[in-house]
């Protein structure tokens, strides 16, 4: 009994305090890390299905830089087709306005000696997406060549023109005067654009080539050459040319007989002209009624030759490729000799 009181109660309890209070800091501490460990594993779930995400994507981000890839003809098409709509529509004004077309227009005409009776400029205009189309009705009067000339000019110019409308008629009381009418549409673009870089390569463009061919002019009716205009061409044969002041006369041999032709004799059957004469040939222009209407054709009878063909009219329409001609020694002596 004296060994149970002689225990120090006071220094029990306070022990027993102690060990209450690291029991509760254990059990925290236990708590703690069980919850430290849940919350490593939701990590641990959450990068394993991000780096699964971060897999997807660059699966996804490859199959799209291939797909891209495969775009890049398409890509550069793209690019052309818009390089040459560019280039188009910068075509349409060629980056000058209605005043400078206009200037152009006279400047032009003055040159083919022609006469400008009419311009107008028409406001009913016809406005689309990327242009706007300007008509201009004009009258002009001069001679055919010129009027030829003068539109063929006109049309080889960077700037787009269209000739929507054209009557020629003659006019009364003048020989030689045609007076042309013309819708002419001209273009805008409606914005200021570069001038394509394609412009420099594009070849210089030769001089006009004018043609004395008019006809609206009534058909030669010169003088038959010793009577030739009875003859077929066929049948004749160049053996010579004669020459005085720069102007040729033609030697032609015809069933044993010499003969000599110059410009605006009637040859052949086929109301033939002769037009031109030169050392080593001779171009006659027939007229015959073909596919309902009346054509030129220019035929060659040509000196040392003795090819068949029809040459090019003066309308710059090809036929068939003729040229009448005999070959050399037909006629002894024949040849190109100066008058004397």
């Given at each position: 009994m004296t060994s149970l009181f002689s225990i120090d109660w006071q220094s029990l309890a306070t022990r027993s305090r102690l060990l209450r209070v690291l029991a509760i800091l254990l059990a925290l501490l236990l708590i703690m890390l069980l919850g430290w460990f849940a919350a490593l594993r939701e990590t641990q779930n959450a990068y394993r299905l991000a780096g699964e995400q971060s897999r997807d994507a660059l699966q996804a981000l490859a199959t799209r830089k291939a797909e891209v890839a495969g775009l890049e003809p398409e890509r550069a098409a793209l690019a052309s087709a818009r390089l040459q709509l560019q280039e188009a529509r910068w075509r349409l004004d060629a980056g000058e306005g209605m005043s400078e077309l206009l200037e152009q227009l006279a400047v032009s005409g003055h040159e083919h000696g022609l006469l400008f009776e009419h311009i107008e400029v028409l406001q009913e205009g016809q406005s689309t997406a990327g242009y706007r189309r300007v008509p201009l009705d004009i009258r002009v009067?001069?001679?055919?060549?010129?009027?030829?000339?003068?539109?063929?000019?006109?049309?080889?110019?960077?700037?787009?023109?269209?000739?929507?409308?054209?009557?020629?008629?003659?006019?009364?009381?003048?020989?030689?005067?045609?007076?042309?009418?013309?819708?002419?549409?001209?273009?805008?673009?409606?914005?200021?654009?570069?001038?394509?870089?394609?412009?420099?390569?594009?070849?210089?463009?030769?001089?006009?080539?004018?043609?004395?061919?008019?006809?609206?002019?009534?058909?030669p009716s010169g003088p038959s050459a010793d009577g030739l205009g009875r003859i077929p061409l066929e049948q004749m044969k160049m053996v010579g040319s004669l020459s005085t002041a720069g102007r040729y006369q033609a030697l032609l041999s015809v069933a044993g007989h010499l003969h000599r032709v110059g410009e605006g004799q009637r040859l052949g059957r086929d109301e033939g002209v002769v037009v031109r004469i030169d050392e080593q040939r001779m171009e006659v222009r027939e007229r015959l009624y073909m596919a309902g209407g009346w054509q030129q054709r220019s035929r060659y009878l040509a000196l040392g030759k003795g090819a068949r063909g029809e040459g090019r009219d003066d309308e710059g329409e090809a036929g068939s490729g003729v040229g009448v001609g005999a070959a050399d020694g037909d006629v002894p002596g024949a040849g190109s000799a100066p008058e004397g």
């Open positions: 009067l001069g001679h055919y060549p010129a009027l030829r000339g003068w539109l063929e000019q006109w049309q080889q110019q960077l700037r787009l023109l269209q000739v929507a409308q054209l009557s020629l008629v003659q006019v009364s009381g003048k020989p030689g005067l045609v007076r042309a009418q013309l819708r002419v549409h001209a273009y805008h673009a409606g914005e200021p654009l570069p001038v394509p870089p394609s412009l420099a390569d594009e070849p210089s463009r030769p001089p006009v080539a004018s043609s004395a061919f008019d006809p609206f002019q009534p058909w």
